[in-house]
């Protein structure tokens, strides 16, 4: 008798119900949030190619994670691994922390935010006022393990950089791929030739990656990440071993070391960014769309001047397409802020410079003596 009943299935109807209930409350919110614009640029130095960006600052959490957190989220739940009253805990340099905070919120659990302690200050501060824990770490090296220390006592790690590309469906189901080529199909061009996008989790890459392959679309894609970046190193030369063999301040991407989410056989290509051109691109974009975003857009940016350079070389016509990852605001006190530039010896006047040429112009002509 005994054995018999351990063998029962469990059954706890009253968990099962907050699971449904919670997955129904992130189906409601998708609804309402479905979709971001896809912006479109025309300029001077390139007749016959278009630029579209798409706006992933306009989610309810200011960024392109807000779809991330909400796969997380429901890949945690479906998974059996998130319960009623457990407290969510997850490693993050920012914007993925604070999309996770606000869905935290949203099915009332508590949330704790592993960061680097260099993190954008507003960025802690936009998290902290959503009513989650920031727990700050001098080594950003030490997040994932911080974050592990909290799942070990009982939370539910999230584990961004772990699942990304699993958490999201590839094949549809309005990722940011299918979004991209559905709201292109009226345009000139419907089927770019190249897509940009920055590596952080690896989620957003291996997601077009996959996406474009299934669709069997000719569309290229492209990872633009900070010069000497894991990814790069480890893209070039297919080891996953690889580490990067320079910092950044581009907070987000440009990772140390190649994570489990880095799917290098789908992306075509890598623009290594210098940190200052990211930033230079950063401002002009404010220059050319009216609002500020975040340095991540910058290397995106550069990357898409880059490739339509090359496409007007060969006589190429069509689209590029690439994203604008977080809301600029975040900045203030880093990326556009002059003071907090200098002290970090980035100079972004010289590449301004190329970027006003190359948009003029069509062509692409780094600063002398510009450092990689």
Same mark, same amino acid.
């Given at each position: 008798?005994?054995?018999?009943?351990?063998?029962?299935?469990?059954?706890?109807?009253?968990?099962?119900?907050?699971?449904?209930?919670?997955?129904?409350?992130?189906?409601?919110?998708?609804?309402?949030?479905?979709?971001?614009?896809?912006?479109?640029?025309?300029?001077?130095?390139?007749?016959?190619?278009?630029?579209?960006?798409?706006?992933?600052?306009?989610?309810?959490?200011?960024?392109?994670?807000?779809?991330?957190?909400?796969?997380?989220? %429901?890949?945690?739940?479906?998974?059996?691994?998130?319960?009623?009253?457990?407290?969510?805990?997850?490693?993050?340099?920012?914007?993925?922390?604070?999309?996770?905070?606000?869905?935290?919120? %949203?099915?009332?659990?508590?949330?704790?935010?592993?960061?680097?302690?260099?993190?954008?200050?507003?960025?802690?501060?936009?998290?902290?006022? %959503?009513?989650?824990?920031?727990?700050?770490?001098?080594?950003?090296?030490?997040?994932?393990?911080?974050?592990?220390?909290?799942?070990?006592?009982?939370?539910?790690?999230?584990?961004?950089?772990?699942?990304?590309?699993?958490?999201?469906?590839?094949? /549809?189901?309005?990722?940011?791929?299918?979004?991209?080529?559905?709201?292109?199909?009226?345009?000139?061009?419907?089927?770019?030739?190249?897509?940009?996008?920055?590596?952080?989790?690896?989620?957003?890459?291996?997601?077009?990656?996959?996406? %474009?392959?299934?669709? #069997?679309?000719?569309?290229?894609?492209?990872?633009?990440?900070?010069?000497?970046?894991?990814?790069?190193?480890?893209?070039?030369?297919?080891?996953?071993?690889?580490?990067?063999?320079?910092?950044?301040?581009?907070?987000?991407?440009?990772?140390?070391?190649?994570?489990?989410?880095?799917?290098?056989?789908?992306?075509?290509?890598?623009?290594?960014?210098?940190?200052?051109?990211?930033?230079?691109?950063?401002?002009?974009?404010?220059?050319?769309? /009216?609002? #500020?975003?975040?340095?991540?857009?910058?290397?995106?940016?550069?990357?898409?001047?880059?490739?339509?350079?090359?496409?007007?070389?060969?006589?190429?016509?069509?689209?590029?397409?690439?994203?604008?990852?977080?809301?600029?605001?975040?900045?203030?006190?880093?990326?556009?802020?002059?003071?907090?530039?200098?002290?970090?010896?980035?100079?972004?006047?010289?590449?301004?410079?190329?970027?006003?040429?190359?948009?003029?112009?069509?062509?692409?002509?780094?600063?002398?003596?510009?450092?990689?």
């Amino acid at each position: 008798m005994n054995a018999w009943r351990r063998n029962q299935p469990f059954d706890d109807a009253s968990a099962r119900d907050w699971e449904h209930a919670a997955i129904a409350t992130l189906a409601r919110e998708a609804a309402r949030s479905a979709d971001t614009h896809l912006l479109k640029l025309d300029l001077p130095g390139f007749p016959g190619i278009a630029f579209y960006f798409k706006d992933e600052a306009a989610h309810p959490t200011g960024s392109l994670k807000h779809r991330l957190a909400r796969s997380l989220y %429901l890949y945690a739940l479906c998974n059996g691994r998130l319960r009623a009253g457990q407290r969510v805990v997850d490693a993050s340099s920012g914007s993925t922390a604070i999309s996770e905070a606000w869905f935290a919120r %949203l099915l009332g659990l508590s949330f704790v935010a592993v960061m680097p302690a260099c993190t954008a200050p507003q960025k802690i501060r936009e998290v902290q006022a %959503l009513g989650a824990t920031c727990d700050l770490v001098d080594d950003p090296s030490e997040v994932a393990a911080r974050a592990a220390e909290h799942a070990a006592r009982g939370a539910c790690h999230l584990d961004q950089f772990g699942l990304a590309e699993r958490a999201t469906d590839w094949r /549809g189901n309005n990722n940011i791929a299918e979004s991209i080529i559905h709201q292109l199909a009226e345009e000139t061009a419907p089927v770019p030739r190249w897509i940009v996008c920055g590596a952080g989790t690896g989620g957003t890459s291996a997601t077009i990656g996959r996406y %474009l392959r299934y669709r #069997r679309l000719d569309t290229r894609l492209c990872v633009a990440d900070p010069a000497g970046s894991a990814f790069a190193r480890g893209w070039s030369s297919r080891r996953r071993d690889a580490r990067a063999d320079a910092t950044t301040l581009i907070e987000g991407i440009g990772r140390a070391r190649v994570e489990p989410g880095f799917l290098f056989e789908v992306v075509d290509t890598v623009a290594e960014v210098p940190d200052a051109a990211s930033v230079a691109a950063a401002w002009r974009l404010e220059t050319l769309l /009216g609002r #500020r975003y975040g340095g991540s857009s910058g290397t995106n940016f550069v990357a898409c001047l880059q490739l339509a350079a090359a496409m007007r070389e060969r006589g190429e016509r069509g689209s590029i397409v690439s994203l604008l990852c977080d809301r600029g605001d975040r900045y203030a006190e880093t990326l556009f802020d002059p003071a907090w530039l200098s002290a970090h010896d980035l100079d972004p006047r010289p590449w301004w410079t190329t970027l006003d040429r190359c948009i003029a112009e069509g062509r692409w002509q780094e600063p002398c003596g510009a450092e990689r």
